[in-house]
């Protein structure tokens, strides 16, 4: 293996997934998390280059979209508020839960995501038994940890985290006994990855916060999530070994992916976000002489229009293009798409939050700059992938280490700061 071109490709990986979630910041929820997955998971198709792997780009795409859009549903801004306290116990207890929390975006994320890589014609994944175990685990952990057990992770908050939790065992007690154990591999180090960059991030954005630096540190956070979720989910596509599935797809196979990931799931960001009121109060927070109103509507209508093209023109691209029922996707198709699709959410984070009136948003502007750099490097580095197996015993080892540091991380927090707003107990 050369170590100096898969750690290029985990970076590439990692700022992909990054830029994605931290643009998701600005719009939240289930459908901003699946955007950013969605962008995750082709990054890490792309990075193969695995003509199989192109076949089904729009599937394995989806099926990342899906797993990291399920961990939208989890509140998480009281926990944020556990780890800015002053008491050890708050503090800890707040850097595990955001643990928690990143792992089950990762976990369900990395699964789904390994579950499409793995799938083919001698080894389908029933996709029907699947959902419905997953849902039945959502509903069964949820009554039992919540309802009975009252394991209230923040209170007074939604305690959605325990339906995630169930359909994380759920998905994990399918791959055991169907032995996708190279989709359980994906899973375990994409989980890994968004739990440490959650609780890690966290830590980092205390620390600016203190700093007094006038940044948006909350966004290194969100950054910190998407950059080790998206090494540790290519980490553990890279080290897994995959059967060779077919090199072409079906024609019928690619509409259904294409208008969710480019139509339903940006139309629902635009409908959920580009509220007129939200607009008008950030236009008026740093010009309050503009014409309001008149601005919003235009950026609304924009925003709307970018995605009608963005969809129409990638339907017709992959689909009405095509000739024959049986086509080849190549990388030099999926790229130009990897890019709009990044290209178009990033649009979005720079009108929603309309830095394209000032540059009092710095942050929207670094997404450009990792775009290029991303772009640059990303045809850059060929990709040698190895088989490596789970050693639980290491497992057990790594994540003692993990709690031990996530200690150390809280006695530095607490001791470098006074009240900080935003600070949430959950022990008194």
Not at 13 to 31: D, K, N, P, V, Y
Not at 258 to 278: A, G, K
Request: with cysteine; net charge positive.
């Amino acid at each position: 293996m050369n170590n100096k071109s898969f750690l290029y490709n985990l970076l590439i990986a990692g700022m992909s997934l990054a830029t994605a979630w931290a643009i998701r910041g600005q719009f939240g929820h289930e459908q901003g998390a699946a955007w950013a997955g969605g962008i995750g998971g082709l990054a890490v198709v792309l990075l193969a280059r695995r003509t199989d792997w192109y076949a089904k780009a729009f599937q394995l795409t989806l099926a990342s979209a899906a797993g990291w859009g399920i961990g939208g549903i989890i509140s998480y801004g009281k926990v944020v508020g556990y780890a800015r306290g002053l008491e050890f116990g708050n503090v800890y207890y707040g850097l595990l839960m955001l643990f928690l929390i990143g792992s089950l975006f990762g976990l369900v994320g990395g699964g789904l995501f390994g579950l499409t890589l793995a799938s083919s014609h001698e080894k389908p994944v029933k996709w029907a038994q699947l959902i419905t175990e997953m849902t039945a685990g959502a509903i069964i952990f949820y009554y039992l940890l919540i309802e009975e057990i009252g394991w209230l992770m923040t209170p007074p908050r939604s305690e959605a985290w325990a339906a995630g939790f169930g359909m994380t065992v759920a998905m994990f007690w399918y791959m055991i006994r169907n032995k996708q154990y190279a989709a359980i591999r994906v899973a375990i180090f994409a989980g890994l990855g968004g739990g440490f960059g959650f609780a890690f991030g966290n830590f980092l954005q205390v620390m600016g916060s203190v700093s007094g630096i006038k940044f948006n540190f909350w966004n290194v956070m969100e950054y910190s999530i998407g950059f080790f979720g998206g090494i540790g989910m290519a980490y553990g596509t890279f080290t897994s070994e995959w059967e060779k599935s077919e090199d072409s797809v079906s024609k019928n196979n690619l509409i259904a992916p294409i208008l969710i990931l480019t139509l339903i799931i940006p139309f629902i960001v635009w409908d959920q976000s580009f509220e007129t009121e939200r607009l008008v109060d950030t236009i008026k927070s740093f010009n309050p002489n503009s014409d309001g109103p008149a601005i919003t509507k235009y950026v609304q209508w924009a925003a709307l229009l970018l995605v009608l093209i963005f969809s129409g023109f990638t339907l017709y691209y992959f689909y009405f293009k095509k000739a024959g029922q049986l086509i080849n996707l190549t990388a030099e198709q999926l790229r130009p798409f990897f890019f709009a699709n990044l290209g178009l959410y990033t649009i979005y984070s720079i009108l929603i939050t309309c830095a394209f009136m000032s540059l009092y948003r710095i942050e929207q502007y670094l997404y450009i700059l990792n775009i290029l750099v991303i772009g640059f490097l990303l045809n850059k580095f060929e990709v040698t992938f190895s088989n490596r197996r789970l050693n639980i015993s290491r497992w057990v080892i790594n994540f003692i280490f993990i709690l031990a540091f996530f200690a150390i991380l809280t006695a530095v927090a607490v001791s470098s700061h006074g009240e900080l707003k935003g600070a949430n107990s959950r022990f008194e």
